[in-house]
């Protein structure tokens, strides 16, 4: 089974665009500011399940005059309010037939592809607009009975639909899921006719039956790695050796078994011990001369925290660079390295993280991953960039 294709509909810059999927990268490719992030983070959203990542911001800017030229009119809202949506077509082999099943449009289906509609739209058009209209008559009815002055320019919330639906939302309007059918669709998966798909009612929900089928997870161009002429108090950069720390405890065998490494840890807590002791004993002689309070006037003492379970942590393990080999290699901390090479590794090692979660879920884990790079090109010379696609598929590829 691979995902297919998907079709985005009012959502920002993307009134109605069609997007088809290779069965292992695809790439987007497009200027500034043309929709490439607005479809990966439309994709993310709409799969998690998650309708408080929607705004009345996310809706294209056509839909914004249709919003307040129904809310203006006489309408009841039965029909006409705009909504975003996302159609996904899945290409399913025989041995992945029982996973989409209640996408089946019928039991003669026959065919390879089943799609699944997931739509944010009012809950109740009709109870939303007769809220709208109430709220509004009654803040124009309080706002007449104020005192008037020159020159007034107050009008009162909502002004317009829209002025109420940045507020409301969230509360009328939510998820809906629907099967599609392909035959009523044409080559370009774009419905035919008055074609209306079959909403998801029964359980499971269409939600549990998407999480079912697909995971989704997003690598953002704000990566944040530390830039070696920022110094130590660059904000929110991050370092390769904190990264790596974080795949160690999450992914990789940490040995609690491993007696030389324990010994060897024991021996060196042992020895710090007595360093810090010696070293600080001045200042904690002076601190016991002040009455400490407590029970029975308790001493001060500075231990090593050295762990086997915390040796990779932050502070404790750090990455190095290694030029040359044996007794002549100079290593260079991460910070002395280009920034493209660390954003190479970094995306590599976060990859194989999301990867081996993905794997590690072996009870509810979906047969589908798909995993968002955006600008994966940052800071990498165009020879890197050629390499970097095959060398993540390797490594992926060597985890499963």
């Known amino acids: 089974m691979h995902l297919h294709s998907c079709r985005i509909k009012n959502f920002r810059r993307l009134r109605d665009a069609f997007i088809e999927l290779d069965s292992d990268i695809s790439i987007f490719v497009g200027s500034n500011n043309s929709g490439k992030t607005s479809a990966t983070q439309a994709i993310h959203a709409f799969v998690a399940g998650a309708k408080d990542r929607f705004s009345l911001y996310d809706f294209s800017s056509a839909c914004w005059k249709v919003f307040d030229q129904i809310g203006d009119s006489e309408a009841d809202g039965s029909e006409g309010l705009p909504s975003i949506s996302l159609d996904l077509w899945f290409e399913v082999s025989a041995n ?48 007449a009975a104020l005192t008037p002055r020159e020159n007034e320019k107050y009008v009162p919330w909502p002004r317009s639909l829209t002025d109420f639906l940045k507020n409301e939302l969230l509360s009328v309007y939510e998820l809906k899921y629907y099967a599609l059918d392909r035959a009523k669709f044409d080559e370009t998966h774009a419905p035919m006719g008055a074609y209306e798909p079959q909403p998801l009612l029964k359980e499971p929900s269409g939600a549990a039956i998407l999480k079912s089928l697909i995971r989704v997870d997003n690598l953002s161009a704000q990566r944040h790695l530390a830039d070696p002429s920022a110094g130590p108090n660059s904000g929110r950069a991050e370092d390769l050796s904190r990264r790596l720390s974080r795949f160690y405890k999450r992914n990789l065998n940490q040995r609690q078994d491993d007696h030389s490494a324990l010994r060897a840890l024991f021996d060196s807590e042992v020895g710090l011990n007595v360093h810090l002791a010696d ?35 932050t502070q404790d393990a750090r990455v190095h660079y290694v030029l040359g080999d044996g007794a002549d290699a100079l290593r260079l901390p991460d910070t002395y390295n280009g920034l493209g090479f660390k954003n190479l590794i970094y995306m590599v090692v976060e990859i194989l993280d999301l990867h081996a979660r993905w794997i590690a879920d072996t009870e509810q884990r979906p047969p589908l991953h798909l995993i968002f790079i955006e600008e994966p090109e940052a800071h990498l010379h165009a020879q890197l960039q050629q390499v970097f696609i095959r060398n993540v598929l390797e490594s992926k590829r060597a985890m499963s």
């Open 279 to 313: 070293v600080f004993q001045v200042t904690l002689d002076r601190i016991a001369q002040l009455g400490y309070p407590g029970l029975h006037n308790p001493r001060l003492e500075i231990k090593s925290g050295l762990n086997p379970a915390t040796i990779m942590g």
């Open 96 to 143: 992945d037939l029982h996973l989409v099943i209640p996408l089946l449009p019928s039991t003669a289906w026959n065919g390879t592809e089943v799609g699944i509609r997931i739509e944010f739209a009012a809950n109740n058009p009709v109870e939303l607009l007769t809220t709208f209209r109430a709220t509004r008559a009654d803040a124009l009815a309080k706002a």
